[in-house]
């Protein structure tokens, strides 16, 4: 579901977040987010994801920009009357009242009959597969337990929008695949507008319309979770988000949608050229590790190289390889692993090659 | 087969349970032999000696001591309103006269003092004027020595103070005494003060308990939520007056509370009154001075439980739609009852036993039941009256501790 060319639902336009009056730790942030979209942030630890949602709660106030929520300037609005669910890492769910208490909090806050909440309590319970657990206290539940509490808790006053912090951070890999099926299940359901952080790339890849990624305060690419692998626009995006074989060399043409990249001494590749490439500058490869093919018969419209491979490495339904190419040790490939087909040796000289399509030539990033 | 396999199973059960019970016998000798010498410090210093003094409460061993047959005689006496018998005269004589050679005689009549003024210069009169023989019946002798021996109600009292084991403490110290016929009523009006001590003792430690929660519960959780650096530092301005010997602080109030003194100044510049204001030897000495002493004790145990309550809780209420304020009352303060609890409990049994401070700011309206316990102990000599009050005052102290464990749980007591 890409977003609908609709009217924003959540617009940041020109924020700007600074703790200390030095340094920025949102800088020009603008974007927007449509209604009913999952939006992901994504960014490495520090990069200002957490102090985003905190603006959008009213957590923190913004230096300057304005947010608006459905055309409403929220700057002004105190953050409990915001109508923003929230759900935190370690879930926050409130240790002295039971599970049905937690849940009923939004809704007695807001001044519901006893006897409505008790219904919405219960459809919520329903809802996260928790009917029986309504009397128990949060510390008696497991921990995914404890987040589909906060989950159907920050979700049971119908918020028109839902911000999670790391959601599942503490939760062990498995119960986290099941809780991220579980929470786009609910979003599917509720059709709510969701935010969502995390610096797991491939849970923001699997379960969001759109990813941001952050870095150091910076949106650097907002896009589809297809597009911003397939297609980085920078050299940060292309390394933070999946594996990525950054040769990193000078532009030395561009001839229509394709740039060279000038490697190493006489070895030059060709791909799609990013935005801000430019002869003369330095650039970076970004060529997903799955793209690489050792087929011997010559692709077209392909680059060949050529290099040795260093370490293999046996995943289950794949092979991973460490190679030496063009000088540059650390170049991986991703072969798949059909059990009737041996894999290369390692120590073997190879021949590896990509077409031109498969990769692009992106600028190196700010700074 | 299934019997076999199933008896096995509960053999092995029944092992487990073994196993298991050896194990935690093992760790409560560690814990036990752990304890110890703390237990043996506790028993010789604080457990027998309280012990003791509340055993006083129902002891009375001066007065048979000293006269035993005479004791021992009148306890087969029917009582007034006749007169024990002539032998019992006699018993008391030779007794008398044996006691002063021991000088026992001065101790009984200190006892006999608690139960009627003058009883001891009687006693001692008594054995002073007492003829080294007679060939006269002493129930003759001794009414012509002091003529309340010839009435019945002196050796009713002398009978009731010559009984080992007495009720007489624990009434008297609610303000109850027996009379002859063996009914409890009240004692006069003019020589009631117990139960008002205990009602004032009790109203000055829950004003002081309150008083101190309205004031430390924002200092601790202004300590709780400040940054490391200030939070320290205000932390030591809470901590300084542990370090001074409560004696200096009180001293300190007497100066500053005194008509002319720096309070007082103050109210009268800032021309918020006209003449001095009475602070001292009233109640409002009282409290401003406990509440002082005592203040710490309500800020660490709040402190100590309101730093492990994460700020993250707040901000969730709010960001579910509660005001702040609501956020605060509904889901931060219910965190911090066990700190509320602690702090309430301390204060309150702390300020049960308060002693120096109403002495020294208190007027003659104020006095609590420990000076009146100092009193009995060491200026009236009165022992078991003593160890009456303090029966009570333990009791009391127990009722405290057992309405705290109710409402607030002893086990989630936190204090550090
Ligand atoms: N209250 C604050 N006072 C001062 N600096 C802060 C405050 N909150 C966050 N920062 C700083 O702002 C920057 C961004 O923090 P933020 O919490 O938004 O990062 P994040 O992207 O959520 O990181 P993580 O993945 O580790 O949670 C960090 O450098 C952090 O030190
Ligand atoms: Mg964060």
């Known amino acids: 579901?890409?977003?609908?060319?609709?009217?924003?639902?959540?617009?940041?336009?020109?924020?700007?977040?600074?703790?200390?009056?030095?340094?920025?730790?949102?800088?020009?942030?603008?974007?927007?987010?449509?209604k009913g979209e999952f939006l992901s942030l994504l960014g490495p630890s520090g990069s200002g994801k957490t102090t985003t949602l905190m603006l959008l709660a009213g957590f923190e106030a913004p230096s300057s920009g304005t947010i608006l929520l459905g055309k409403r300037r929220l700057n002004d609005v105190p953050p409990h009357r915001r109508d923003i669910g929230m759900v935190f890492q370690n879930y926050a769910l409130f240790p002295h009242m039971t599970v049905a208490e937690n849940i009923a909090f939004p809704l007695s806050v807001r001044g519901m009959a006893r006897a409505e909440q008790k219904q919405l309590v219960e459809r919520s319970l329903d809802m996260i597969e928790l009917p029986q657990v309504g009397d128990r206290r949060p510390s008696q539940l497991s921990g995914g337990q404890q987040q589909r509490v906060a989950l159907a808790r920050a979700l049971v006053f119908e918020p028109r929008l839902v911000l999670m912090d790391e959601p599942l951070g503490a939760l062990d890999k498995?119960?986290?695949?099941?809780?991220?099926?579980?929470?786009?299940?609910?979003?599917?359901?509720?059709?709510?507008?969701?935010?969502?952080?995390?610096?797991?790339?491939?849970?923001?890849?699997?379960?969001?319309?759109?990813?941001?990624?952050?870095?150091?305060g910076r949106i650097e690419q907002i896009a589809s979770p297809k597009q911003l692998y397939e297609d980085p626009a920078n050299a940060f995006v292309a390394n933070f988000v999946g594996e990525n074989n950054g040769l990193t060399g000078e532009v030395t043409a561009i001839e229509g949608d394709y740039a060279v990249l000038s490697v190493a001494p006489g070895i030059a590749v060709r791909g799609r050229a990013g935005a801000g490439v430019a002869p003369g500058?330095?650039?970076?490869?970004?060529?997903?590790?799955?793209?690489?093919?050792?087929?011997?018969?010559?692709?077209?419209?392909?680059?060949?190289?050529?290099?040795?491979?260093?370490?293999?490495?046996?995943?289950?339904?794949?092979?991973?390889?460490?190679?030496?190419?063009?000088?540059?040790?650390?170049?991986?490939?991703?072969?798949?692993?059909?059990?009737?087909?041996?894999?290369?040796?390692?120590?073997?000289?190879?021949?590896?090659?990509?077409?031109?399509?498969?990769?692009?030539?992106?600028?190196?990033?700010?700074? | 087969m299934e019997r076999i396999s199933l008896g096995r199973a509960k053999n092995r059960v029944d092992d487990l349970q073994a196993g298991y019970r050896a194990t935690r016998r093992r760790e409560a000798w560690r814990a036990f032999l752990l304890v110890v010498p703390l237990l043996v410090f506790l028993a010789a210093t604080f457990i027998y000696p309280i012990g003791k003094l509340l055993l006083l409460s129902v002891r009375s061993d001066e007065v048979a001591d000293a006269i035993p047959r005479t004791a021992a005689a009148l306890a087969d006496w029917v009582g007034p309103p006749t007169l024990p018998s002539p032998q019992t005269f006699d018993l008391l004589a030779a007794d008398l006269r044996r006691a002063s050679d021991q000088g026992a005689v001065a101790v009984a009549g200190r006892r006999l003092n608690n139960y009627e003024a003058g009883f001891r210069t009687l006693l001692l009169k008594t054995a002073r004027q007492l003829p080294a023989t007679s060939d006269r019946p002493y129930s003759e002798v001794l009414p012509e020595i002091d003529k309340r021996w010839g009435e019945p109600e002196t050796w009713r009292l002398l009978k009731r103070a010559a009984s080992r084991d007495t009720p007489d403490f624990l009434l008297r110290a609610i303000d109850r005494e027996m009379t002859s016929d063996g009914s409890v009523v009240p004692v006069q009006r003019s020589q009631s003060v117990y139960l008002d001590a205990f009602a004032r003792t009790f109203s000055i430690s829950a004003c002081v308990t309150l008083i101190s929660l309205v004031?430390?519960?924002?200092?601790?959780?202004?300590?709780?939520?400040?940054?490391?650096?200030?939070?320290?530092?205000?932390?030591?301005?809470?901590?300084?007056p542990f370090w001074t010997s409560l004696l200096v602080r009180t001293t300190a109030w007497y100066v500053l509370l005194q008509p002319n003194g720096v309070v007082n100044s103050l109210l009268i510049k800032l021309g918020l009154t006209g003449a001095p204001v009475a602070l001292m030897f009233n109640r409002t000495g009282v409290l401003i001075g406990m509440t002082h002493v005592l203040l710490p004790f309500m800020i660490l145990s709040n402190y100590a439980v309101m730093r492990g309550v994460s700020p993250l809780y707040q901000r969730a209420a709010v960001s579910l739609g509660a005001h702040p304020v609501v956020a605060f009352v509904r889901v931060y303060v219910p965190q911090t009852l066990p700190g509320i609890g602690a702090g309430?409990?301390?204060?309150?049994?702390?300020?049960?036993?308060?002693?120096?401070?109403?002495?020294?700011?208190?007027?003659?309206?104020?006095?609590?039941?420990?000076?009146?316990?100092?009193?009995?102990?060491?200026?009236?000599?009165?022992?078991?009256?003593?160890?009456?009050?303090?029966?009570?005052?333990?009791?009391?102290?127990?009722?405290a501790y057992f309405a705290f464990n109710r409402f607030v749980g002893i086990d989630r007591l936190r204090l550090g």
């Open chain 1, 174 to 216: 498995n119960l986290r695949e099941t809780m991220q099926y579980e929470i786009k299940r609910l979003h599917h359901r509720l059709g709510v507008t969701v935010i969502y952080v995390t610096h797991d790339q491939s849970e923001a890849l699997t379960m969001s319309d759109r990813v941001a990624v952050f870095h150091s």
């Open chain 2, 215 to 240: 004031l430390g519960y924002p200092v601790a959780y202004l300590l709780a939520t400040l940054p490391a650096r200030q939070s320290n530092l205000l932390m030591i301005f809470v901590i300084v």
């Open chain 2, 344 to 399: 309430t409990f301390l204060v309150f049994v702390l300020a049960l036993g308060y002693y120096i401070t109403p002495a020294l700011l208190g007027g003659a309206s104020d006095e609590m039941i420990s000076q009146l316990i100092a009193l009995q102990m060491d200026q009236q000599l009165n022992w078991g009256l003593a160890g009456a009050l303090s029966v009570y005052l333990v009791l009391f102290t127990l009722a």
């Open chain 1, 281 to 367: 500058h330095a650039a970076v490869l970004a060529l997903r590790p799955e793209n690489i093919s050792f087929d011997k018969k010559a692709l077209a419209a392909a680059n060949h190289l050529s290099g040795s491979i260093d370490e293999i490495i046996y995943c289950g339904d794949r092979w991973r390889l460490h190679l030496t190419v063009a000088g540059h040790n650390g170049f991986i490939v991703k072969i798949p692993n059909r059990t009737a087909t041996a894999p290369p040796e390692a120590g073997e000289p190879v021949e590896i090659s990509w077409t031109f399509d498969d990769c692009k030539i992106v600028a190196d990033g700010r700074g």
């Open chain 1, 1 to 34: 579901m890409l977003a609908p060319a609709s009217e924003p639902f959540v617009v940041f336009s020109n924020i700007d977040k600074t703790f200390d009056g030095r340094t920025y730790v949102a800088s020009n942030l603008s974007f927007e987010v449509e």
